[in-house]
């Protein structure tokens, strides 16, 4: 299957400053890429979603000035989260889809652990 | 409203005890149902895609099939390996999003 990078594995942040994690889909091109938000126990949680060249789409309830999305490339999507607080700290995961192709699985890159002190 | 609901939440099974996971989906207009695997601290990893009601799809002891409802994941014979949350996702026409179930946390022992 299709990879999905995603750097740091784990962060850990003081409060107020702030953080980028990177998602590189690393053998295929992704015009669209999802970020999401995952609690202990809990399932996925959709945040937004990441289209190359164009904002995006935030969904309900979702900061867009604090999770701020870059989707500067066909291969890469950043999530910066700004002026991060703990209450912050979280399970962060991108995926990708195959270019051209809506009805293809998404794969997942690794997750970012991220913890504000 | 696209629903997906996965039961049970947690399943314990011995080592070679074979058993299935539901996944239950309203959805208009499907364009695939999904299973991905998610190991603690990681990434889901997908498994299958199904598009289409009586489509079956098996990898080593696993084993997807679909209905206009709903989806199993067979689990023949696991083995501790096995043990996971198991996630189920569907996609539909006019929406590049997958709409994810809550998982079924599966638990094999030896």
Known sequence: GAVVSQHPSRVICKSGTSVKIECRSLDFQATTMFWYRQFPKQSLMLMATSNEGSKATYEQGVEKDKFLINHASLTLSTLTVTSAHPEDSSFYICSARVSGLRNTEAFFGQGTRLTVV | ?110
């Open chain 2, 1 to 110: 409203e696209d629903q997906v609901t996965q039961s049970p939440e947690a399943l314990r099974l011995q080592e070679g005890e074979s058993s299935s996971l539901n996944c239950s989906y309203t959805v208009s207009g499907l364009r695939g149902l999904f299973w991905y695997r998610q190991d603690p601290g990681k990434g889901p990893e997908f498994l299958f895609t199904l598009y289409s009601a009586g489509e079956e799809k098996e990898k080593e002891r696993l084993k997807a099939t679909l209905t206009k409802k709903e989806s199993f994941l067979h689990i023949t014979a696991p083995k501790p390996e096995d043990s996971a949350t198991y996630l189920c996702a569907v996609g539909r026409g006019g929406s590049e999003k997958l709409v994810f179930g809550k998982g079924t946390k599966l638990t094999v022992n030896p």
